[in-house]
């Protein structure tokens, strides 16, 4: 074989291989130019105003309670946090918005404990909890009281089951609706001690306290800081506290477990989620700014003044809660035959 005609095809081969080895190394620049936008947008997130879409009214506690922490985030994070009221059924319209929003960080939900009863609550929701949303951080605790009307002769948990016992089935308990914290947990103390009394749901904690205060109800479990204003006035008596220890709003009024219910504890809790598939660097850039505003002194004492216990948590440490709280209130709630739809 000519020597020439071998060097040609040597040479071809040589020009094929380093033709691949370009394409090669080309397409490898392609990847990575394509994986660029990803990580420069969690580097530089966030380059814009965050929406934080709280599924209750505003002016409402839960409202009160995010927008302190929302403030001090916008100042940590360098972006306005936004908050967007989305009410309605029981919190799920707006828990629905965040579950199919886009995970990018940019839309962020304040939910409450309502997001753990839902699942045993509703036979059909429109996302589900655990797939379709992340854990940010649990944010805060607001105690539940166990608080009586004026007229009634019990100034003390056991003078008031005393009474009951005495009373079966001729009282009434109002709620903030059914299958609501304030519901569960007004159940879950009358199914303790073996008590018997009617439920009469309300469209939300303002009108049952206001028919508590008159005497058209004669008990129920609320929120302290909607409870607070009756309770100082004396249109109400404020029997026990939910919470493990005693609330620094009502220092003087015992925990249901100091009052003859040990290990009892229940609170109207809330937290931060985003959609699922948001980027781990993200979540946890959004769990730091909002475990460092619960930290700061000014957002400690504007939550005290409104009942509300600051927590602060990991993702992981919230995702464990959660889980807890879902199946703790899944029994509560089959125990009630309550379902929402």
């Known amino acids: 074989m000519p020597i020439q005609s ?9 020009r094929a291989a380093a033709r691949r080895r370009w394409l090669q190394a080309l397409a490898a620049c392609g990847l990575a130019v394509a994986a660029l936008p990803g990580a420069a947008l969690a580097a530089e997130y966030p380059d ?34 936004l908050v967007d009221n989305r009410p309605g059924a029981n919190g799920n319209i707006g828990n629905e918005i965040v579950a199919k929003a886009a995970p990018d960080g940019y839309t962020v939900l304040y939910n409450t404990s309502s997001i753990a009863l839902s699942p045993a609550l509703y036979r059909k929701l429109p996302y589900d909890v655990k797939r379709d949303l992340l854990p940010v951080a649990l944010t805060a605790n607001v105690p539940l009281v166990l608080e009586v009307n004026a007229q009634v002769p019990a100034n003390t948990v056991p003078e008031f089951v005393a009474w009951l016992k005495a009373n079966p089935g001729k009282m009434t308990y109002g709620s903030a609706g059914n299958g609501n914290v304030t519901h569960l947990t007004a159940f879950l103390f009358l199914q303790a001690k073996g008590l ?27 929120t302290i800081n909607s409870s ?39 609170g109207a809790w809330q937290g931060m989620m985003v959609p699922a598939k948001t980027p ?4 946890r850039r959004l769990n730091g700014a909002a475990v460092k505003a619960l930290a700061a002194p000014e957002v400690r004492a504007s939550l005290a003044a409104q009942g509300a216990e600051p927590r602060g948590s990991s993702p992981e440490a919230y995702g464990t809660f959660l889980s807890h709280e879902i199946e703790r209130w899944r029994k509560v709630v089959k125990d009630t035959g309550v379902t929402l739809d």
């Open 48 to 81: 814009r105003p965050i929406r934080l879409v709280v599924p209750f009214p505003p002016g409402g506690p839960t409202d009160l309670v995010s927008r302190v922490i929302a403030r001090r985030m916008s100042e940590d994070l360098g972006q306005t946090v």
């Open 228 to 266: 607070l204003p009756f309770i100082r006035d004396k249109r109400m008596k404020a029997l026990a506290v939910t919470s493990s220890t005693r609330s620094a709003q009502l220092p003087d009024v015992p925990t249901l477990a100091e009052s003859g219910l040990p290990g009892f504890e229940a």
């Open 196 to 222: 018997d009394a009617a439920h009469a749901p309300y469209k939300g904690s303002a009108p049952a306290l206001t028919d508590l205060a008159s005497g058209q109800v004669q008990f129920m479990t609320d």
């Open 280 to 283: 781990p660097d993200i979540v």
């Open 6 to 14: 071998r060097n040609a095809r040597h040479h071809q081969r040589s």
